[in-house]
């Protein structure tokens, strides 16, 4: 016999019992489906809050690509400041925008 048509020997059984122990809690998906608020995101920053504000205030994604010395320096001012990287660049941009509108 060669190694592809061999016999394997049959998988030991495990406790499941001994898995209960260690078990991570997880929530029940039906009750996430149902709430109102989303499990992804616990702050309940999902998008819908902006569909309340006027058109004139509402966010929309915008990519960039910047150098890693840049990225390192706004994630010390994230761990500084304790705000967001959105609110960092969204604040950063309107006052470029502003200063070069004067």
């Known amino acids: 016999m060669n190694d592809r048509t061999k016999k394997r020997s049959p998988m030991p059984s495990l406790d499941a019992a001994a898995f209960s122990v260690v078990a991570i809690p997880q929530p029940d998906p039906v009750q996430l489906a149902t709430a109102?608020?989303?499990a992804?995101?616990?702050t309940g920053n999902d998008g819908k809050r902006d569909a309340a504000r006027p058109a004139s205030q509402r966010r929309v994604q915008l990519?960039?690509?910047v150098s890693e010395e840049t990225r390192r320096k706004l994630l010390h001012r994230k761990a500084?400041?304790?705000r967001s990287i959105d609110e960092l660049v969204g604040t950063a941009l309107e006052r470029l925008l502003n200063?070069?509108?004067k």
């Open 36 to 38: 109102g608020t989303s």
């Open 80 to 82: 500084d400041t304790g």
């Open 63 to 65: 990519n960039v690509r």
């Open 99 to 101: 200063e070069q509108a």
């Open 40 to 42: 992804r995101t616990p």
